[in-house]
């Protein structure tokens, strides 16, 4: 597992935008499912992705609340029954603890502090917000987004276009016209959540890893690898089939 972590560049995946989604999660699972299942030098490989998480997190203010996510299930997987001895566990809950501190220094710099003669997302026109809005493919992000400013808060909430567009892009139409058929009155935002729970939101990401059909090698669909037989034919691996690999190596 280590190797396989090393070799597909984990942890410097977690700063390319492309991959951090795909990487997170894969560390998602792990910490939430799998920690008792890993080898002491698997956990500290899983340690070393997460550090670059929480570095990404503290340095560029982004996915704060994901990463605190991260650290907590990895701290309550840290609890009980492991592999490894148990002083190499307290050096991981210490250190684990030190990451969480750091996370927790982090907060968004409030509009009041901000250069005021800048320009702020704010001040674009309503419009152009509004699309930005519509980008955003899961409904955490709708609700925090919505949470963090009066005037996201009334856009997202005012226009039920959002929610819409978001139950358009995970479901299929015959999953929605089923689910609207059952109650007539449901929202949009109601229906997003409904779905969600009956079919699991559909996973996107801007960068996976593909298996090759030909030489079995793990890669980067963006960067390829150098294979015996060029153009051999490589399948999609899903964050949990990449996990599930991770478990047999
Ligand atoms: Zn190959």
Redesign the pocket.
């Known amino acids: 597992m280590s190797e396989a972590f090393h070799r597909l560049d984990l942890a410097r995946a977690v700063s390319d935008i492309r991959r951090f989604s795909y990487v997170c999660k894969v560390v998602s699972i792990l910490v939430e499912e799998k920690v008792r299942n890993l080898s002491a030098t698997a956990r500290k490989s899983l340690l070393s992705i997460i550090t670059a998480i929480v570095i990404r997190a503290s340095e560029e203010d982004l996915d704060v609340s994901t990463t605190r996510r991260l650290l907590n299930a990895f701290n309550d997987g840290l609890e009980g029954h492991l592999y490894g001895s148990p002083q190499l566990t307290v050096k991981h809950q210490m250190r684990v603890g030190s990451l969480l501190d750091a996370v927790s220094s982090v907060h968004p710099q409030p509009l009041d502090e901000i250069d005021n003669n800048g320009i702020t997302f704010l001040d674009l026109p309503r419009e152009l917000i509004s699309l930005v809005m519509n980008r955003l493919s899961d409904s955490d992000s709708l609700i925090q987004v919505s949470k963090s400013h009066i005037i996201f808060g009334n856009l997202i909430n005012s226009e039920m276009t959002t929610w819409k567009k978001l139950v358009l892009f995970h479901f299929s139409l015959p999953q929605i016209e089923m689910a609207r058929k059952k109650k007539d009155s449901m929202s949009w935002r109601e229906t997003f959540f409904y779905l969600r729970k009956m079919h699991g939101l559909r996973e996107v990401y801007a960068d996976v890893i593909h298996i090759?059909?030909?030489?079995?090698?793990l890669f980067w669909s963006t960067i390829g690898?150098p294979?015996?037989?060029p153009s051999?034919p490589?399948v999609r691996v899903t964050p949990r089939q990449f996990v599930d690999m991770l478990l047999f190596l």
């Open positions: 090759c059909c030909h030489c079995k090698a690898h294979c015996i037989r051999s490589s």
